[in-house]
């Protein structure tokens, strides 16, 4: 069974910075990464990485937030620097297998002064 806990998020100032972690159980995951989701609006991609390390981002993120992941750990991490208020939603881990994907209950990222 598939267990994915997340953790990291919370308040800070514009220009700030934050590290979420999401440490997943239950098998070997191809594909990991990030979403965020605003009321009403659709989830939309972050950030992803593969298990060999290639990484792909959203425009809006690139060059603030970077995303690597721990495979001995079955971790995921997305470290965002220079937050932006506009960067203020509920961020989702997603794990990907070849038959399946799996979402973690989201956390909240308020970037606000």
């Known amino acids: 069974q598939v267990q994915l806990v997340e953790s990291g998020g919370g308040l800070v100032q514009p220009g700030g910075s934050l590290r979420l972690s999401c440490a997943a159980s239950?098998?070997?995951?191809?594909?990991m990464g990030w979403y965020r989701q605003l009321p009403g609006k659709q989830r939309d991609l972050v950030a992803a990485?593969?298990?060999?390390?290639?990484?792909n981002y959203a425009d809006s993120v690139k060059g603030r937030f970077t995303i690597s992941r721990d495979n001995a750990k079955n971790t995921v991490y997305l470290q965002m620097n220079s937050l932006k208020p506009e960067d203020t939603a509920v961020y989702y881990c997603?794990?990907?297998?070849?038959?399946?994907?799996?979402w973690g209950q989201g956390t909240q990222v308020t970037v606000s002064s």
């Open positions: 997603n794990v990907r297998t070849i038959l399946a994907e799996y």
């Open positions: 239950g098998t070997i995951f191809a594909n």
């Open positions: 990485i593969t298990r060999g390390g290639s990484t």
